[in-house]
């Protein structure tokens, strides 16, 4: 590589090289570039296998930015990870409760993790609909309950918890969660593999794409 | 998973998980921490063939954070996944330049990545010592070109950066450094995988080891 590729030269040459490893696939042209993120920057190409995105979920996604919604993560590394540049043009807030005084304090009155009370924290806020957890199962959990039981109704849910307790299972539940709620617009995987950089990078494609659309 | 699950007790549980999944290894007790916590992160045990880390990398590390060294990163990710208490009781402080005015005007004028520029910038500090790249191979190539050239002398070198265009190949670049400079303190892995969560796990696991050494 010279020094002297731009980094715009540098991704267009990494998605050049992921696809031509990678070869032909059964990705839509919509969902593709979601996939293709999560491999580019984990360099992992199981996320072309295990990758799951619900019908209608990327363009609620695209919906919802353009509304001008706002994000709430389960990790600092998500809201780090997400091109500050693209969300200031949808004027989109973006906030993770885990780190809040209160939010700690909560959860050791009720013995429960930070990430649950943070996840009620969020849902409460009638701004919020755009759910992205990439750390912690119990936010995933804690979210399908407030689905289920609280009548909360995300416009978008990238969920890609990582781990060996429970994340897997988590995503397996919201799968699950699916099937009573045909029309959830989710993204998550199957298995333990996922993360706040997966998340970002998930996010960042449909920021990209919610900017090319026609009506932004 | 039970909710009422400390993070601690999932903590420990995933690593029990991981030890019996993995079975024997040859990773040393002071080396081992680094690797788990790599596999934890990413739930990829692709981490324990790939990672590389020289001897004496992990003292040289830990007796830098003793000393207050600063911390360059080449993302805001790796900030946002180091554990913020354990820095601030070694008083270190971390710095990211890549997002500075000033090194964005000045990779634009001389055509190269603002990762570069800010890699130079963090070098030019004589209070930093401990340099963590999850991103750009760019970076790390440039900080090669200081310890070669410029006499820069890292007392700790994580060098993680991901992806198809250049990774593996700075990784391989940086061991042929350590043929020349045989005490280089440096950890790295095989391979195009790494990322900014992995970066930020090796350094968690290197902050917990210099708590809990004698002299602390």
Redesign the interface.
């Known amino acids: 590589?010279s020094?002297?590729?731009?980094?715009e030269e540098?991704e267009a040459?990494?998605f050049r090289?992921?696809e031509e490893e990678l070869g032909p696939h059964d990705w839509s042209a919509q969902d593709w570039p979601l996939v293709r993120r999560a491999i580019?920057?984990?360099?992992?190409f199981d996320y072309a296998r295990s990758m799951f995105i619900a019908k209608g979920a990327v363009d609620s996604g695209i919906a919802a930015l353009k509304a001008g919604c706002g994000i709430v993560t389960d990790?600092?590394?998500i809201?780090?990870?997400m091109s500050k540049e693209r969300l200031k043009q949808f004027g989109v807030l973006v906030s993770c409760y885990v780190a809040d005084p209160q939010v700690a304090k909560d959860a050791k009155a009720q013995?429960?993790?930070r990430s649950?009370v943070a996840m009620r924290k969020g849902a409460r806020d009638p701004k919020n609909g755009i759910f992205v957890i990439g750390n912690a199962?119990?936010a995933l959990?804690e979210l399908i309950r407030l689905i289920r039981e609280e009548r909360v109704r995300p416009k978008l849910i990238v969920a890609l918890p990582?781990?060996?307790?429970?994340?897997a299972?988590s995503k397996e539940a919201l799968k699950e969660l699916a099937k009573e709620f045909p029309d959830l617009p989710f993204i998550t995987n199957t298995?333990?593999?996922?993360?706040?950089?997966v998340a970002?990078a998930v996010m960042n494609a449909i920021l990209i794409q919610a900017q090319s659309s026609p009506a932004f």
Chains 1, 2 share one sequence.
């Open positions: 590589m020094v002297h590729m731009r980094p540098i040459e990494s090289i992921i580019h920057t984990s360099a992992d990790t600092t590394m809201i780090s990870g013995l429960i993790t649950i199962p119990t959990y990582v781990g060996f307790v429970g994340a299972e298995g333990r593999k996922g993360g706040s950089n970002a």
